[in-house]
């Protein structure tokens, strides 16, 4: 991907106008009529794509972080939290983590077995 389709991506991330994004990236207006076509092309997804997860990811860890080191404190009773406290906030980050993912799937997934010896 060269400077210039770079660019045209990043205004189109800003404007959301794909003509107006080929124009402001130097582009003709014959150019930039095909819009759609241009913003097809398969290394031009990868990059907005790639931009558009790294935002959400930035906009989520912030608060993210500030939970997990909230949660921690209590659970390390650092802010004379009850036992009680302590063991929900150890609970909370251990389904914060996905840990209880692998017992709840395996618990899920055995199949129930009736006997009837009767």
């Known amino acids: 991907m060269n400077t210039r389709q770079k660019a045209a991506a990043d205004y ?7 003509y107006t994004a080929l124009i ?3 582009y003709s207006k ?3 009529k095909n819009y759609i076509t241009f913003f ?7 990059y907005l794509s790639k931009i558009l997860e790294s935002e959400k990811t930035n906009k989520d860890t912030p608060l993210l972080n500030e939970i997990v080191d909230y949660l921690t404190g209590v659970m390390r009773g650092e802010d004379d939290s009850s036992s009680s406290q302590r ?5 909370l980050l251990y389904k914060l983590h996905g840990l209880n993912k692998e017992n709840s799937a395996e618990a899920n997934d055995s199949p129930v077995v009736i006997c009837d010896n009767i």
């Open 12 to 18: 189109y991330l800003e404007t959301g106008d794909g």
């Open 24 to 26: 402001k990236a130097g």
């Open 40 to 46: 097809k092309k398969q290394s031009i997804q990868k």
């Open 87 to 91: 063991m929900k906030a150890a609970e």
């Open 30 to 32: 014959g150019y930039a």
